[in-house]
C-alpha cells in the first residue's frame, strides 16, 4: 500500500487550497474550456461532503439556482480548479450534510462559526 500512495504522491501536483470543511460556504473557481475559448466561472454554495484521502480526495457543494439544488462534485486534485475562496464558516455537527437537501427556505441556513481570535 505505501507504494500506491507513494506513486499517487509523485503524479499529482500541490494544490495550495484552503482549509475548508462541511458546513462552509465556498467560492469555486473553475476553468471552462468551451471549443479554443477558456473562461473562469465561480460556483458559490455549501461544502456538504469531504470524501476520500489522497489524490482521489473530493469535496461536493451545493447551491439553490432559481429554487433548484445543484450540486457538484469537485476533485481536489483536478487541475481545472483554479481557487477556492472560504466566505464563511459554518458550524455544523455532522461530516456529511445530506439532511440539507430536503430543508427549504430559513430552515436550510447554517449558523456561522465564531472564530477566536488571539
Known amino acids: 500500500?505505501?507504494?500506491i500512495n507513494y506513486v499517487e504522491e509523485q503524479l499529482t501536483a500541490k494544490k495550495e487550497l484552503?482549509?475548508?470543511r462541511p458546513g462552509d460556504n465556498v467560492d469555486v473557481s473553475i476553468k471552462i474550456v468551451e471549443g479554443s475559448k477558456e473562461r473562469i466561472q465561480s460556483f458559490k454554495g455549501n461544502v456538504i461532503q469531504i470524501n476520500g484521502s489522497g489524490?482521489?480526495?473530493t469535496f461536493t457543494?451545493?447551491?439553490?439556482?432559481?429554487?433548484?439544488g445543484?450540486?457538484?462534485?469537485?476533485p481536489i486534485s483536478s487541475p481545472?480548479?483554479?481557487d477556492v475562496k472560504v466566505l464563511k464558516r459554518g458550524k455544523v455537527r455532522r461530516a456529511k450534510l445530506f439532511y440539507l437537501r430536503e430543508l427549504v427556505g430559513k430552515k436550510a441556513k447554517i449558523k456561522e462559526r465564531k472564530l477566536l481570535k488571539k
Open 1 to 3: 500500500m505505501d507504494l
Open 18 to 20: 484552503p482549509d475548508f
Open 55 to 57: 489524490a482521489t480526495k
Open 61 to 68: 457543494v451545493r447551491k439553490m439556482s432559481s429554487g433548484v
Open 70 to 74: 445543484v450540486e457538484r462534485i469537485f
Open 80 to 82: 481545472s480548479i483554479v
